[in-house]
């Protein structure tokens, strides 16, 4: 399949890589880019299984920027996720290898319904204020069925997981949604790069192709990461609405009526 990286014209290659810098921009901030760059790798023409995988690989880099800045800005502390970490790790494992075995369909035709319900408690509820962040340790229980449900939808497909990460971390534990973001951007990085090591085996990955949109989307995750975090909550909350409302318009079109 690398054929498709070495016949792709420039201008298709040029629009891509505009797509993975907007998508990491968007992700950084409140997830979602995959909204933006699987719909683009499909319309360049790529299989929908090497689609999955190279979008891992680009999405990796992405990830990886955004977590290591709010790490770095002290707006993550993995001691406190150490349960989340391996559970999404496990997670991711099991749902890219079960990829191409399981009848997603019913999930997918859920998924918009999740995504709206997530947008409302968003848009209509209290979001925390003051994070108490020394409450975590004591609540691995919540981390384990969150990391696990979580990363194996990421390894399965995963458009959207940023959201869903960000919206379940707020109703879980007492955060505001910069600190959710930064524990969502962290066990996304965790799921993609998991998940793209299964695909990988299976010669699932497009290199040079993820490689050049990775590179385009940690450019747009750095930017997206110090605007996050100099906006704050109040910045990334219409953002955050924004995507979500969009994704789930985006899964309803195509899992309700079967358009691309």
């Known amino acids: 399949m690398p054929y498709l990286e070495l016949a792709m014209d420039l201008p298709v290659l040029v629009a891509l890589l505009a797509v993975a810098f907007t998508a990491g921009f968007i992700d950084a ?3 979602g880019g995959g909204l933006l760059t699987l719909p683009a790798l499909l319309t360049a023409g790529l299989p929908p299984h090497l689609v ?4 891992k690989l680009s999405a990796t880099f992405g990830s990886a920027t955004a977590s290591f800045t709010f790490y770095r800005r002290k707006l993550f502390d993995p001691r406190q996720w150490r349960h989340a970490l391996l559970a999404t790790a496990i997670g ?3 749902g890219a290898a079960l990829a191409h075995l399981i009848p997603a369909r019913w999930l997918n035709q859920l998924l918009p319904v999740v995504v709206f319900v997530c ?16 409450s975590l340790s004591s609540k691995p229980h919540r981390q384990w ?5 979580l990363g194996f939808y990421d390894g399965v497909a995963g458009p959207g997981t940023g959201a869903f990460w960000t919206v379940s971390t707020m109703l879980l534990y007492p955060l505001d949604l910069l600190r959710a973001s930064g524990v969502a951007r962290t066990m996304n990085f965790v799921s993609n790069g998991t998940a793209l090591v ?3 085996i299976h010669g699932q990955v497009a290199w040079v192709l993820g490689c050049g949109m990775g590179l385009s989307l940690m450019l747009g995750a750095y930017l997206g990461a110090r605007t ?5 909550s109040r910045f990334i909350r219409p953002i955050f609405i924004l995507v979500v409302l969009a994704l789930s318009l985006r899964l309803a079109w195509q899992h309700w009526f079967g358009t691309p």
């Open 29 to 31: 901030i409140a997830g």
């Open 52 to 55: 999955l995988g190279t979008n």
């Open 92 to 94: 991711a494992i099991l």
């Open 119 to 134: 947008a409302l408690y968003v848009l209509f509820g209290q979001v925390p204020t003051t994070p108490r962040e020394g």
């Open 145 to 149: 069925p969150q990391g696990i449900g």
């Open 198 to 200: 299964v695909f990988a």
């Open 228 to 232: 996050a975090i100099h906006g704050g």
